[in-house]
């Protein structure tokens, strides 16, 4: 049976290299892998616990479903005032109660350029909260690949081939251990 990987970017800029970063990321997925895109997050509600029960709000019922459909998650995300985008944290907070994510494979691609510690902050938020959504950290599918605003095709496609074998390793490693579990 194919894998299903999904993709969740912690931007909801039009444009965003992290986005690129994904879908770029997501064609390089192996032929056998079902590859989607979580696109809802500006959709979200604010997190609120006496939501998060029987009756959720219908963006949040479609993001647990397409969550517990992935054999795999890959993250890119930016990093603001030294932390996760709060629209990425709500869908984080939102994925907690629901278990969905519990065993499942992460990773996630750092595209910040600029230096090793650029989005740093964001990132180690991130390895913090996937812990507690009982998540599997898979450490070879979280890299840092920094990519330019010129290194994005007009198709919106990241153009170096370098950057390229990179993110297609990441997945690669992803994918398997997604299916090994």
Known sequence: MASRLLLICGSVRAGSSNAAVLRTAGL?????????????LAELPHFNPDDDGEHL??????????????D??????????????????NLLDWSVGGGEMS????????CAWGGPTRAA???AELRTVLTYTDSVIVEPACVQVPVTRAEIGPD?????????DRLAAAVAAL???????
């Open 175 to 181: 994918v398997t251990a997604g299916q090994a579990s």
């Open 28 to 40: 390089l997925a192996p032929d056998d892998v079902a590859v989607s895109s979580y696109d809802e």
């Open 156 to 164: 919106g496609l990241v153009t170096d081939p370098a950057a390229r």
């Open 103 to 110: 065993g499942k494979p992460v990773g996630w691609i750092n």
């Open 57 to 70: 709000p219908a963006a949040v019922a479609r993001l647990r479903h397409q969550l517990g459909e992935a």
């Open 72 to 89: 795999a998650l890959l993250f890119s995300t930016p990093e603001y005032a030294g932390a996760l985008p709060g629209s990425l944290k």
């Open 121 to 123: 902050g964001a990132y």
